[in-house]
């Protein structure tokens, strides 16, 4: 439970960040210089908790293939609900409002460091804070909506169900499985709003 204020604290650097920017009070320069060391002390902080915790290992093929079965099945819940309901969500407003403000580096920066720590904290420390597997994917997915400011009942219903099957991805392989998911999620979203 200790860990939850830090993690949750760590998470809103990278928001801060970006807002620091947005406040030209940092330039572009100190942004990204701040955010590859934010993302490498991410990285390094979580291969440390790894190696402390010597979790179960995955191998990379098991890893791979719930990789692809949560992407597929994100994009079949995501294309579903858009056919229900066009219009996005508060988090996807926010979302392109900061891309069109901040340089394309800096915001897919933004998005891989959002990335890792959310899966951490929602599918890590708050996933072992809970034995029951119901409850834990429950717990989380919940959490994870309303932490993406969902603005209808749809959308939040879209962000519960991104949350369980990341909680799927998370209990049949790891947390690494669960944050690639994540990852590539918010790339590919990333790329969809280039466009």
Avoid at 75 to 86: G, R, V
Avoid at 168 to 187: A, E, I, Q, T
Wanted: charged share 10%; aromatic share 12%.
């Amino acid at each position: 439970m200790k860990r939850i204020i830090p993690v949750y604290i760590f998470q809103q650097v990278n928001v801060l960040l970006v807002s620091l920017y947005l406040m030209k009070l940092l330039c572009i320069g100190e942004l990204t210089i701040l955010q590859i060391l934010y993302g490498a002390s991410l990285i390094s902080f979580l291969w440390m908790y790894g190696q402390r915790k010597q979790a179960h290992k995955v191998n990379m093929k098991s890893r791979m293939k719930w990789l692809g079965i949560g992407l597929a099945s994100l994009l079949i819940i995501s294309l579903c609900f858009s056919l229900i309901h066009a219009q996005g969500s508060t988090n996807q407003a926010n979302l392109i409002g900061l891309q069109h403000q901040v340089p394309w580096f800096s915001f897919l920066l933004f998005l891989i460091n959002a990335s890792m720590v959310e899966e951490f904290l929602y599918r890590e420390i708050l996933w072992n804070l809970v034995r029951k597997l119901d409850i834990r994917v429950a717990l989380t997915s919940v959490l994870f909506a309303l932490a993406h400011h969902p603005g209808t009942i749809l959308a939040w219903c879209l962000y519960v169900s991104l949350g369980m099957f990341l909680g799927m991805v998370r209990y049949k392989s790891d947390l690494w499985g669960s944050m690639g998911l994540h990852l590539v999620w918010n790339l590919l979203v990333y790329s969809l709003l280039l466009f």
